[in-house]
T-cell receptor, first 110, second 115 residues
């Protein structure tokens, strides 16, 4: 079946730094979604991407749908302590089901 | 409006017992999904309901797992004869139809511990 490779697995960065994470797949996806999960809570949708090449921002977050439709990245600018958590990418091929990456754990040093 | 709700938030059960987990989707959402998330891991798809169509059960790990949904509302995930390996957070998500139908919104999850 379809699988997503998400990297890095974890990051430990200084407050104020920019962060970048990405997901790649051997299969084409038609939708990319990025979620953030805080401890003890469900994932919260951050950004949804629907077209190849699309670049979308949500505050300090920017995500892009790769031209090949096999990858997506998420950037966080000027990180702050509340950015800590686990970030998941999710891709949709055909139909409504999503495939999730394994997550990127973000830790921020204040 | 109200988001996806799940109950109980925590469940501790003895090995071999049956458990029922409940999900209330966002009102008007026709699609409902169940996922399992083991500690420190990603989301594992279990089952998907879309309107009155037959559910997609392709992710259920064994016949001990089953789920039902009443119309376009509440869903119940049942695990029979629980095993320690079933310990995980069970997440429910719902989505609407139309242009944003691929955006799934999650509940807070039920943390299941099998002792």
């Amino acid at each position: 079946g379809q699988q997503l490779n998400q990297s890095p697995q974890s990051m430990f960065i200084q407050e104020g730094e920019d962060v970048s994470m990405n997901c790649t797949s051997s299969s084409i996806f038609n939708t990319w979604l990025w979620y953030k999960q805080d401890p003890g809570e469900g994932p919260v949708l951050l950004i949804a991407l629907y077209k190849a090449g699309e670049l979308t921002s949500n505050g300090r977050l920017t995500a892009q749908f790769g031209i090949t439709r096999k990858d997506s990245f998420l950037n966080i600018s000027a990180s702050i302590p509340s950015d800590v958590g686990i970030y998941f990418c999710a891709g949709r091929g055909y139909g409504n089901k999503l495939v999730f990456g394994a997550g990127t754990i973000l830790r921020v040093k204040s | 409006g109200a988001g996806v709700s799940q109950s109980p938030s925590n469940k501790v059960t003895e090995k071999g017992k049956d458990v029922e987990l409940r999900c209330d989707p966002i009102s008007g959402h026709t699609a409902l999904y169940w996922y399992r998330q083991r500690l420190g891991q990603g989301l594992e798809f279990l089952i998907y309901f879309q309107g009155n169509s037959a559910p997609d059960k392709s992710g259920l790990p064994s016949d001990r797992f089953s789920a039902e949904r009443t119309g376009e509302s509440v869903s119940t995930l049942t695990i029979q004869r629980t095993q320690q390996e079933d310990s995980a957070v069970y997440l429910c998500a719902s989505s609407s139809t139309g242009g944003s139908s691929y955006e799934q919104y999650f509940g807070p999850g039920t943390r299941l511990t099998v002792t």
